[in-house]
Nanobody
Framework: QVQLVESGGGLVQAGGSLRLSCTVS????????MGWFRQAPGKERDSVAALHWSGRRIVYADSVKGRFAISRDVDKNTVYLQMNSLKPEDTAVYYCAAVSGGSSWYPTLGDKYDYWGRGTQVTVSS
């Protein structure tokens, strides 16, 4: 059974930084494409960043480009989301998601991911 466990959320002031982690078990990590999504209260879930299973292709939402960075450590079965220059509008529950590698990659479509974590709250105060 595949499990994704997020950590690293919390309360931070605007301009600060946080690093989210998502550890995967139950599946060969290097064959997974990983994504970070977020959902603010009353809003739809949005894609934040995605990493192709090759590790060589990355997609970011326009709203986080230049501030957030997705990376992975294959040895630790972990994907990270480094978040810098945080803004109050970044406040949301952040979810990690995974999908097995294949011929097609839909990095920003949540319904194309097979596995999800439970989420971690990020709150940015002004």
């Amino acid at each position: 059974q595949v499990q994704l466990v997020e950590s690293g959320g919390g309360l931070v002031q605007a301009g600060g930084s946080l690093r989210l982690s998502c550890t995967v078990s139950g599946r060969t990590f290097s064959n997974l494409a990983m994504g970070w999504f977020r959902q603010a209260p009353g809003k739809e879930r949005d894609s934040v960043a995605a990493l192709h299973w090759s590790g060589r292709r990355i997609v970011y939402a326009d709203s986080v480009k230049g501030r957030f960075a997705i990376s992975r450590d294959v040895d630790k079965n972990t994907v990270y989301l480094q978040m810098n220059s945080l803004k109050p509008e970044d406040t949301a529950v952040y979810y990690c998601a995974a999908v097995s590698g294949g011929s097609s990659w839909y990095p920003t479509l949540g319904d194309k991911y097979d596995y999800w974590g439970r989420g971690t709250q990020v709150t940015v105060s002004s």
